[in-house]
């Protein structure tokens, strides 16, 4: 069921994603919900499971978008590993810190993308794409983590395996 | 590497991490050689989320057209005096275009534009979703290779060159659009005939601009408002094709070439429909 559920909320996302806020919003910033959506559940569940989200996340991707096969699959991967190594310090409800792995994801994702897509055709100017893609990119998405993240939390609270039950958040015991 | 990405908590992180890491470069690799490994997967998701895309793009309009209907009284009036003052101004510069047009079709005889792309087939079809991340500018159409549409035929919307088909799936396609970061199209200018590259390039995106290079102008006819359209060398795109009009020319630092920018013909920002070209561009390769 909880499976279930998370394909329902990765493949929403991806619908989104690539419509209304693309159509809405602005006219080439939307906010990254795939990420979110890997970056919570590595660090809800783990590596492994912000591993796979991340895969499947980055192969919907480069199923209808993108040049190279498994191009963005890497990428997320790599971000699901990442979350995932963040998993020892979620105890609870707390946003900040999904709020901080969101942000140096998307920032390192999209430098990522720059350099290997970009720099490396002599577009030099990172200061001008940084402004107006890379920044509203992460403001617009860290946004949406406050709303996607609850929806996922919630989720994962109804349907886990009740592994972490007794741990107490670390911020908690200040 | 296994040790240190290895920790006792998450057991059979660090080997997973290798064999994800593999089967996606390994992915990456095959592309490189051939796109079969793509496509019986692309024709399976096509089915499950291109008929959404449609669904909620029909739902955003069926909004656009309801939310128009709400505006207030006070907003009307305020508009309609400002409308009959713009009549009265547009009613002189119709009468000069009037005069602007008969010089215009003069002039394009003179030209010669090649304007047989108007008989060409095309299909239309509607724009219903659009690259998610935030680098690129490629959209996917609701029709596909079950519509005939192919990888290479041309794009066009208002009488514009929009782009070209780069991926079919059975009831989808995408589009790469001429604004594209990586676009370049082989393009002609009309009142000399000289070629020139059309680049798109994301830095000049919100100025809705895109660039051309190595014009050879030693005369200096090429002005501001000269058409640019696709030349009859390019090997994707079918001749003739109204790309935009030079908005500036620049001497290149070489004096030999000039380069510059020019407005496209299609406004990028807000593409609903469009018309694919059913012909494909005829090469050595497809000839025989």
């Known amino acids: 069921?909880?499976?279930?559920?998370?394909?329902?909320i990765l493949w929403a996302s991806f619908l989104l994603q690539t419509t209304v806020f693309k159509n809405l919003v602005f006219t080439n910033v939307a906010p990254n919900l795939l990420l979110i959506v890997t970056v919570s559940s590595g660090f809800m569940r783990g590596r492994k499971e912000g591993m796979l989200i991340g895969f499947f996340s980055g192969l919907l991707i480069d199923l209808f978008y993108g040049s190279f096969f498994g191009y963005y699959a890497l990428l997320y991967v790599l971000i699901g590993f990442f979350a995932g190594s963040f998993w020892d310090v979620f105890f609870?409800?707390?946003?900040?810190?999904?709020?901080?792995?969101?942000?140096?994801?998307?920032?390192?994702?999209?430098?990522?993308?720059?350099?290997?897509r970009f720099l490396i055709r002599g577009r030099f100017r990172l200061d001008v794409y940084m402004v107006e893609i890379i920044l509203p990119e992460i403001v617009f998405t860290m946004l949406m983590t406050l709303i996607l993240y609850r929806i996922i939390y919630a989720v994962n609270h109804r349907f886990q395996d009740r592994s972490k039950e007794g741990r107490h958040s670390l911020w908690a015991k200040e | 590497m296994d040790k240190k990405l290895e920790n006792n908590k998450q057991p059979g992180s660090g080997r997973m991490l290798v064999v994800l890491v593999i089967i996606c470069l390994g992915l990456m690799a095959a592309t490189l050689v051939s796109d079969f490994v793509a496509d019986p997967v692309r024709a399976g998701a096509g089915y499950v989320i291109t008929p959404f895309q449609n669904g909620i793009n029909q739902i955003g309009k069926f909004i656009d057209k309801q939310l128009s209907g709400f505006r207030d009284t006070k907003a009307l009036v305020e508009e309609n005096k400002t409308l009959q003052k713009r009549i009265e101004e547009l009613m002189e510069d119709n009468n000069q275009t009037i005069l602007d047009v008969q010089e215009l079709e003069r002039l394009q005889e003179l030209y010669k534009l090649d304007r047989s792309y108007l008989e060409y087939t095309k299909i239309p079809?509607?724009?219903?979703?659009?690259?998610?991340?935030?680098?690129?500018?490629?959209?996917?159409?609701?029709?596909?290779?079950?519509?005939?549409?192919?990888?290479?035929?041309?794009?066009?919307?208002?009488?514009?060159?929009?782009?070209?088909?780069?991926?079919?799936?059975?009831n989808w396609a995408e589009v790469q659009s001429i604004i594209h970061d990586e676009s370049s199209v082989s393009a002609m200018v009309v009142?000399?005939?000289?070629?020139?590259?059309?680049?798109?390039?994301?830095?000049?995106?919100?100025?809705?601009?895109?660039e051309f290079s190595g014009l050879k102008d030693d005369d200096n006819l090429v002005k501001e408002g000269a058409a640019i359209v696709t030349s009859a060398i390019s090997s994707q795109y079918l001749?003739?094709?109204?790309?935009?009009?030079?908005?500036?020319?620049?001497?290149?630092?070489?004096?030999?070439?000039?380069?510059?920018?020019?407005?496209p013909a299609v406004s990028f920002r807000n593409i609903r429909e469009v018309l694919v070209i059913r012909e494909l561009k005829q090469t050595k390769e497809n000839s025989n």
Do not use: H
Request: aromatic share 4%; with cysteine.
């Open chain 1, 1 to 8: 069921m909880r499976k279930f559920l998370l394909g329902l």
């Open chain 2, 191 to 210: 009142p000399t005939q000289e070629n020139c590259i059309v680049k798109g390039n994301l830095q000049r995106m919100d100025t809705g601009l895109l």
């Open chain 2, 239 to 263: 001749p003739g094709l109204l790309i935009g009009y030079v908005a500036d020319v620049q001497d290149d630092p070489n004096k030999l070439t000039k380069s510059g920018t020019l407005t």
């Open chain 1, 92 to 116: 609870d409800k707390d946003i900040k810190m999904p709020l901080i792995l969101v942000g140096i994801s998307d920032l390192a994702l999209n430098l990522v993308i720059y350099a290997t």
């Open chain 2, 125 to 170: 079809a509607e724009v219903i979703s659009r690259d998610p991340g935030s680098w690129y500018s490629t959209f996917v159409i609701n029709r596909g290779a079950a519509d005939g549409i192919q990888e290479g035929m041309n794009v066009l919307a208002g009488g514009g060159l929009v782009g070209i088909v780069t991926k079919t799936g059975q």
